[in-house]
């Protein structure tokens, strides 16, 4: 009789994190499957990143905000992107050595995705699609999501808005608790 309520306990945790952003098949930038699962419970700054673009230098101060919040539970995930302005042409062996020769990143790089239209990634229709609550096409590089430390999407910054504004610092400490 014991074993019942156990089971059915396992059941509800398994069908809790089903859905949620940890439980997406991801591509990492050096080829290796993998998802966000191994980022749970920490809050994450989701953001589709280009090589080419006018907001590349952004690189920088996403790497000084990994550097500044990482030790207390803030993980940056960069996610390339070709679809504005065929801005991110490379290969993901291209984009991992500008990213780290040119901006010195060390935060997690994924490899390209679609982060709008037909062959959006499911990871992005959970983070932007209609039944988020900050849905919304995503209109251009360097969009930035944040999601508190249970994956949900709580926050979203235009590309206009610097990863080390005070208003992204202040959305990153109060995710964090502070």
């Given at each position: 009789m014991k074993r019942i309520?156990?089971?059915?306990a396992m059941t509800l945790a398994a069908n809790l994190s089903a859905g949620?952003?940890?439980s997406h098949q991801?591509?990492?930038i050096d080829g290796n499957k993998t998802s966000l699962k191994e980022h749970e419970g920490k809050v994450l700054l989701i953001v589709n990143v280009a090589s080419k673009c006018g907001f590349t230098g952004q690189y920088s101060g996403l790497e000084k905000l990994y550097q500044e919040f990482k030790d207390q539970g803030l993980v940056v995930c960069g996610f390339p992107?070709?679809?504005f302005g065929k801005q991110e042409p490379g290969t993901e062996k291209e984009?991992?050595?500008f990213c780290s020769l040119k901006y010195n990143v060390t935060f997690p790089m994924y490899a390209k995705v679609e982060v709008k239209g037909r062959d959006m990634h499911s990871l992005y229709e959970e983070l932007v699609g209609g039944k988020s609550p900050i849905n919304g096409?995503?209109?251009w590089n360097f969009t930035k999501i944040l999601t508190d430390r249970g994956g949900k999407p709580i926050k979203r910054f235009s590309p206009l808005t610097s990863p080390t504004s005070n208003k992204i610092r202040k959305a990153i400490k109060e995710a964090l608790g502070q």
């Open positions: 309520p156990i089971l059915i949620s952003i940890y991801l591509v990492d992107c070709n679809q984009i991992k050595e096409s995503i209109k």
